[in-house]
């Protein structure tokens, strides 16, 4: 089947690259010269785990090519995929990316002939894709839809893990307009034996929203519980959350084996969560509900709480190292997360900016993050990639994004190269009993 996809950041890109390793012709469109040329060189623009591998199969074998030429591209296509970026505008979800994609391929589906269908997988809140795409479609190309067909197909991956999460996703949700949509979507995915929910477009869209704030929310209801524990004192968070979830309704038995769901590790107390969906989608759900005459009371608890988070963190230190004014810290980890080098919304930058705004001096490290972290030219901030070089003559150390490498530092180094060695695990990723035992002070999220 022969497919366009609009935009080239990780989703457009892992979409078009897995879908063309299926054995589809794929097109990805991106107006951006010098990344259709690193896509057309074999070359992944972004940091993901086997992206360029599959890449390079998909471009040398003529599977996969990218262009700057949007009409093209959807002329010669069956199927046109909007991945493009969602951010957060004034007061709610911007949409001008997917406008502008939808006006550029309802204008290419004037001339055309045959039944084309356009599949919304950007995240938008619900009713984009039925009023705001529809009516942008039927505009630029003179035809009601019907005439060519309409889905919306959210994405569920993760970064860092993204060819994984689509080679085997857990299901594939898919809204669709009308019958003829839903069986070319179907075809889109002919190759992948996982549940499919076919259901209406404005469930799609709320299914990804309600997926991404679940996830959210544990993080959140982690990060309040710990700060009752830290504010009570001789209470850990871990130890109460490891005893919550051997609820059998949280960790079902099969035998004697004890079943731990992958989604209680987002009821990990730490700095918050960061990246490019979740912040958004939270803000842009909660301005949607407040739009609809709704009143989103958890999911702005939920941002209130992770706002907080890394504040309190910078708070801690204040207390247990005094004035913050003129001290040596060092951060460990500047990714959102490990397995990635983006740094959009990472808790890592809102504590260092608070260690900033105190007056510290910040010396900074990450395997992958640091160039993009350089680059938002934060005064005050040193960075090395050499994790040692980073923690020499500091004061306090904070872990911020549990890189192995940094989880596994020897607790006799921060000794050895700290000047005062306070060592702040914001992760709740470090063994306490070892650092202290080789003369560090401990500092983590939810104990005192
Ligand atoms: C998230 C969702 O997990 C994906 O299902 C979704 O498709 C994606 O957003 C999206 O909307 O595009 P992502 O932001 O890449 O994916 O990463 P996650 O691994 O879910 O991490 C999000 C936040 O949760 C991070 O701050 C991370 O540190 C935190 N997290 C992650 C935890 O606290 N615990 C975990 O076990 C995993």
Excluded at 201 to 210: G, V
Excluded at 316 to 342: H, I, N, Q, W
């Amino acid at each position: 089947m022969k497919i366009a996809i609009i935009g080239t950041g990780y989703v457009g890109l892992v979409t078009g690259a897995c879908l063309a390793y299926k054995g589809h012709q794929v097109t990805c469109v991106d107006k951006r010269e010098g990344i259709v040329a690193t896509i057309n060189n074999m070359e992944s623009p972004i940091y993901e785990p086997g992206l360029e591998g599959i890449l390079q199969q998909v471009v040398s074998s003529g599977s996969l090519k990218a262009t700057g030429d949007t009409k093209a591209a959807v002329e010669e296509a069956a199927v046109t995929i909007i991945a493009v970026g969602t951010p957060l505008g004034e007061g709610g979800i911007d949409l001008g990316q997917v406008k502008q994609a939808a006006q550029e391929i309802g204008a290419a589906l004037k001339g055309k002939e045959e039944y084309h269908v356009v599949c919304v997988k950007s995240t938008v809140v619900p009713t984009t894709t039925d009023t705001v795409v529809k009516g942008i479609l039927e505009q630029f190309s003179g035809k009601q839809s019907g005439e060519f067909g309409l889905a919306m197909n959210p994405e569920f991956l993760r970064e860092g893990n993204a060819v994984a999460d689509f080679m085997l996703p857990d299901r594939i949700v898919i809204g669709a307009d009308d019958a003829s949509s839903l069986e070319v979507m179907k075809r889109v995915y002919a190759g992948f034996e996982v549940p499919m929910v076919a259901t209406n477009l404005r469930t799609a869209e709320m299914i990804k929203y309600t997926a991404n704030a679940l996830l959210a929310t544990l993080i959140s209801y982690a990060n309040e519980i710990a700060g009752f524990c830290e504010a009570t004192g001789d209470v850990d968070v871990q130890d109460v959350f490891a005893a919550v979830v051997l609820d059998r309704r949280l960790t079902p038995r099969i035998g004697e084996e004890i079943i731990c769901p992958e989604v209680l590790s987002y009821l990990q107390a730490g700095c918050g969560y960061g990246g490019s969906c979740f912040p958004k989608d939270l803000q842009a759900l909660e301005a949607y509900a407040r739009e609809k005459g709704c009143n989103p009371r958890l999911v702005s608890a939920t941002i209130a709480t992770n706002a907080e988070q890394a504040e309190r963190i910078v708070q801690r230190l204040e207390g247990a190292l005094g004035s913050l004014e003129g001290k040596k810290t060092t951060v460990l980890g500047l990714a959102f997360k490990p397995g990635t080098d983006d740094i959009r919304d990472s808790p890592a930058l809102k504590i260092i900016r608070g260690l900033l705004a105190k007056g510290a001096k910040v010396s900074a490290t990450d395997p992958f993050a640091l160039e993009r972290a350089k680059a938002l030219g934060l005064q005050g901030v040193t960075y090395t990639e050499d994790y040692e070089a980073a923690l020499r003559g500091a004061e306090a150390v904070l872990l911020v994004t549990p890189w192995r490498q940094y989880v596994e530092i020897p607790a006799e180094k921060y000794v050895l190269l700290m000047a005062h060695p306070l060592v702040v695990d914001c992760r709740r990723a470090l063994d306490r009993g070892r650092l202290e035992g080789a003369g560090a002070i401990y500092i983590g999220v939810g104990l005192t």
